[in-house]
């Protein structure tokens, strides 16, 4: 156990699950080429859109026929799209394991009225994927930002099915191999691995997405800023550019900066890396010490990026107090910032370990949670 205040801090104590920590060699003058003041529309803002949606499929391994546009409203704006535009045509199935799925499920079941079938396992479990018909259509998170719990394989999805998946990616692309044969729509946006700024989402379509697209409208009146149809076909330009609405070109230019950077240090597989060895020296912490542990049960459902703890120790009264005073202890040392659990998630820590952090950090901050522990817990 700490006796003693730890002499190292981390260089940078941001560990907050969005917006997440810049990637390291970030600075202000990296967006000096962002075209300011210019038309999104005229030839430079499009070619850097059309920039934006090309690296991502090349880093993430986008097959060349699903169709990326960036979209208005950040992975919401994305992931509400997708359900307005898609959900309706034939059953489906909602599934939850912390709370952005639940309110996906609030979405369906309450704003758009389809009599859904609805899974929900508590925080730190997960559904069981036994259970799902996959050819009705079906919407889940693939990493629960607030739960800390991922879905183990994708194994779990066939790859032969009937119905649509809906993939709330947010906390799980450019840290995770997403089986894009296994995803019909996928959305995320880029504030949470690659420390993006926020506004901004993405949404990417396989070929069944843009058919159903195509050959379905749904019975519901549909948004000017939530068409991805007209005259019953795709509208093209949004996936090559011309968004839907006006774009922050200085949020392009970070992106941009964010793709290159991730190139840098080996693409995907460099980002999981970092990704994995930042949860991996929280694992060692947690295994050396009694008093912690993770919130996600099952070892292969444990994200590498949202990584949700909780603390054990029988002297401990109030959970949610005690975890809030070890966060502010933390903030008010500058070791730690932004840490807190979600407001709707069991009491305890959620530590960013996605690929923008560097695994120093991490190590640096560990043993001041631990003598912030002993603090609290002998006050």
């Keep these: 156990m700490t006796t003693t205040q730890p002499a190292a801090k981390p260089t940078n104590p941001r560990f907050s699950s969005g917006p997440c920590a810049k990637p390291p060699t970030?600075?202000?003058?990296?967006?000096?080429?962002?075209?300011?003041g210019r038309s999104h529309r005229a030839a430079v803002g499009?070619?850097?859109?059309?920039?934006?949606?090309?690296?991502?499929?090349?880093?993430?391994?986008?097959?060349?026929?699903?169709?990326?546009?960036?979209?208005?409203a950040s992975d919401t704006g994305a992931y509400e799209m997708a359900m307005w535009n898609l959900l309706g045509e034939r059953p489906v199935e909602m599934l939850a394991w912390e709370s952005f799925g639940s309110g996906w499920v609030t979405d369906v079941v309450k704003q758009l009225k389809i009599d859904a079938k609805v899974t929900t396992a508590d925080y730190g479990e997960i559904i069981n994927f036994a259970d799902v018909n996959f050819d009705n259509d079906v919407c889940f998170t693939w990493n629960g930002?607030?739960?800390?719990?991922?879905?183990?394989?994708?194994?779990v999805i066939p790859a032969d099915r009937d119905g649509l998946t809906l993939c709330d990616a947010t906390s799980a692309a450019f840290a995770m191999d997403l089986p894009w044969d296994r995803l019909d729509v996928t959305t995320f946006s880029w504030q949470k691995v690659l420390g993006g700024e926020g506004?901004?989402?993405?949404?990417?379509?396989?070929?069944?997405?843009?058919?159903r697209l195509e050959?379905?409208?749904?019975?519901w009146p549909l948004p000017k800023i939530f068409r991805l149809t007209k005259g019953g076909k795709?509208?093209?330009?949004?996936?090559?550019?011309?968004?839907?609405?006006?774009?922050?070109?200085?949020?392009?230019?970070?992106?941009?900066?964010?793709?290159?950077?991730?190139?840098?240090?080996?693409?995907?597989k460099g980002l999981i890396a970092r990704a994995d060895a930042n949860t991996g020296a929280i694992n060692d912490f947690v295994a050396a010490n009694d008093w912690i542990d993770f919130l996600a049960t099952d070892p292969a459902t444990r994200s590498n990026t949202s990584v949700c703890l909780k603390f054990t120790d029988?002297?401990?009264?109030?959970?949610?107090?005690?975890?809030?005073?070890?966060?502010?202890?933390?903030?008010?040392?500058n070791v730690a910032l932004d840490i807190g659990a979600y407001r709707d998630a069991p009491a305890g820590l959620r530590i960013w370990c996605g690929a923008t952090v560097e695994t120093a950090d991490i190590e640096a901050m560990l043993p001041w949670l631990a003598y912030a522990f002993e603090q609290e817990i002998n006050s």
């Design 26 to 36: 970030f600075t202000l003058d990296k967006l000096a080429d962002a075209p300011l």
């Design 46 to 72: 499009k070619a850097k859109l059309l920039a934006a949606i090309e690296t991502t499929r090349d880093v993430l391994g986008i097959p060349a026929d699903y169709k990326i546009g960036i979209v208005p």
């Design 145 to 155: 930002t607030t739960s800390g719990v991922r879905v183990p394989s994708k194994d």
């Design 199 to 211: 506004g901004h989402g993405v949404i990417i379509l396989s070929p069944r997405a843009v058919a």
């Design 215 to 219: 050959s379905y409208t749904p019975a």
């Design 234 to 268: 795709l509208i093209d330009g949004i996936f090559t550019g011309a968004t839907i609405n006006t774009p922050s070109m200085l949020c392009v230019e970070d992106y941009l900066f964010a793709l290159d950077w991730a190139k840098s240090v080996g693409g995907l």
């Design 314 to 333: 029988d002297r401990i009264t109030d959970g949610a107090a005690f975890a809030k005073a070890i966060a502010k202890r933390l903030e008010a040392e």
